[in-house]
């Protein structure tokens, strides 16, 4: 990696090729403002530019370039039609909840359209259609039932229709989702930090904040000493740098895939599809747990870029990671003969939280002036953009109705979900068993260059990466955050944490919170 921190993981997207990094100085002094947003993806940056429009003194801080996390790493549909299936939601949560759910969706979008027209942002926003279908040989009960969830959730205007369009050898119902979009989700952040700047804001990259103490006045400090003191503060570092254990112990992190082709410009219609595999149960009796795909185009010069996602499976338990995007491929040109070059090939990371809406709200451990955004699942990106707005709300004291819904605080008591959240933290627990078990490799000299491996030693584990050059680099392979014991992820030449999902560059640098320290060098 070139830059400590530039991306999180070591394949470029196709975003960060195609935009410019918005960089600016490091903090290097001690600073007051209003507000601190502590992280520059998606969220920070929507929360930083709604507080600036309402006239708040606003400092974003990022230890990367804005847009450098997962926003960087995104697919960028811009959907109502969520991840987690009204019927479940309604399930977990009851219909009013998915009606808000479904209302607060529709209005990220629709604010999104707004800044891009009011801030003139080029990002290659457009609205498109959706489109949920059933994989071959499915049964299409999900999708019958998710059309009357929806129709109950308030959006009146989705279709049943024979089959999707476009996407061959499908023969099951499809549902269409009208009024999506898409958009370029750097440039999109690029022209925040702009508009941001116009309104006095001010954005610092480069710097870490590694503590928050909350109060009547909040105080952050910078990994180089110095303070910010603000009235309010918001952790929009994808995972909650502040919090040790209970957002993490209320949401997973999941790997998922995406590669990318060439099509020539035009010959498929923009448009965003999604499968409804592994999120139905008949499914998983009948075909076994298929992971779901995501599909949309974006241009790209003149062609057309198609980008499938998919293949997700819990972070740093799976290291097939040639078999996902073969099945990636494969499944690509299966279902459209448009399908040309392959360019880019990358997997990141998701927050799913338990009952599948994100937290988002004051801090839940009770600092005083303290927000969080987290858990946004497959849909962050009108996560991200309802953080901007409800917490905009909370801090210049507006009333907000989504503002229970999206509670960090909430305990979800319906048996499904503690179902889920006792699964997911006996899986955590069970990482344990890493202290026992042996190395990877036996000895450095297996390690070939621009690999990494673990090896015993003694009582622990290191994470040794051997570079380019044979040079290695040797750090405790205990996860800063709660002590789980990393693993490589040879696809982005990181070491990812199974527990809550921290994520290292190959030189032990944290890309991916949790975790707000570095891996500790062994010289
Ligand atoms: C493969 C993939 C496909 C996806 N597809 C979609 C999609 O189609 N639609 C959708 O809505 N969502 C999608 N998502 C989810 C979405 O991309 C994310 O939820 C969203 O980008 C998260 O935004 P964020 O602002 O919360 O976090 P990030 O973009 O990760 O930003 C967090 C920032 O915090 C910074 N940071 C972390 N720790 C510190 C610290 N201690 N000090 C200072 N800064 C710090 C990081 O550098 C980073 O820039 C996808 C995600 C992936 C991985
Ligand atoms: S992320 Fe929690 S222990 Fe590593």
Not at 405 to 410: L, T
Not at 420 to 446: F, I, M, P
């Amino acid at each position: 990696m070139e830059l400590i921190g530039e991306r999180a993981g070591n394949n470029i997207s196709f975003w960060e090729r195609s935009a410019q990094n918005f960089c600016s100085a490091p903090v290097k002094e001690n600073l007051r403002a209003d507000v601190c947003v502590v992280g520059a993806g998606i969220a920070g940056m929507t929360t930083g530019y709604l507080l600036a429009c309402a006239g708040r003194d606003v400092v974003i801080v990022d230890d990367g370039p804005v847009g450098g996390g997962m926003t960087g790493r995104t697919t960028a549909h811009l959907v109502n039609a969520l991840d987690d299936r009204f019927y479940e939601i309604e399930k977990m949560l009851g219909k009013d909840t998915a009606r808000l759910a479904a209302q607060s969706h529709t209005q990220a979008i629709d604010r999104i359209d707004e800044i891009v027209r009011e801030e003139n942002i080029q990002c290659d926003f457009e609205r498109v259609d959706g489109y949920l279908f059933a994989p071959p040989g499915a049964s299409a009960k999900t999708i019958e039932e998710e059309y009357d969830a929806a129709l109950r959730a308030g959006l009146r205007e989705v279709q049943k229709l024979p089959g999707p369009p476009i996407i061959q050898h499908v023969d099951g119902p499809a549902l269409r989702f009208p009024r999506q979009a898409q958009f370029h989700p750097l440039k999109y952040l690029n022209g925040l930090a702009s508009a941001v700047a116009r309104r006095d804001g001010r954005i610092f990259t480069g710097s870490r904040i590694v503590s928050i103490k909350g109060g009547e006045s909040v105080r952050l400090e910078t990994r180089e000493g110095y303070n910010i003191t603000a009235r309010a503060a918001v952790v929009a570092t994808n995972s909650p740098i502040n919090d040790r254990y209970v957002i993490h112990t209320k949401q997973a992190p999941y790997a998922s895939y995406v590669v990318t082709f060439r099509v020539g410009r035009d010959v498929i219609p923009h448009a965003l599809f999604w499968d409804t595999a592994q999120t139905a149960e008949e499914e998983k009796k009948l075909l076994g747990p298929i992971p779901y795909h995501y599909v949309r185009l974006a241009p790209d010069g003149e062609d057309d870029l198609l980008i499938v996602g998919g293949e997700d499976h819990k972070t740093a338990q799976a290291f097939d990671f040639e078999k996902r995007f073969t099945h990636l491929e494969e499944w690509a040109r299966r279902h459209s003969s448009a399908v040309g070059q392959l360019v880019d090939r990358l997997c990141g990371q998701v927050m799913e939280p338990v009952d599948a809406l994100a937290y988002i709200g004051a801090d839940p451990t009770g600092d005083e002036n303290v927000y969080v955004v987290t858990g946004d699942s497959g849909n962050g990106m009108t996560h991200g953009t309802i953080a901007g707005i409800l917490l905009a709300d909370l801090i210049t004291g507006r009333e907000n109705t989504w503002m229970r819904i999206y509670d960090p605080k909430r305990k979800t008591l319906k048996p499904i979900v503690i179902a889920d959240y006792a699964k997911e933290n006996a899986n955590v627990v069970a990482q344990l068993r890493d202290y026992l078990t042996s190395g990877d490799v036996s000895q450095a000299n297996e390690i070939k260059a621009g690999e990494g491996a673990l090896i015993r030693d003694g009582a622990s584990k290191l994470a040794v990466y051997r570079d380019e050059s044979g040079t290695l680099h040797r750090f405790s392979a205990v996860c800063p955050h709660l002590k789980c014991i990393v693993r490589w992820n040879a696809t982005e030449k990181t070491w990812d944490c199974p527990c809550h999902g921290s994520r290292f560059d190959c030189l032990g640098h944290m890309v991916n919170g949790p975790a707000s320290a570095d891996l500790e060098p062994i010289f």
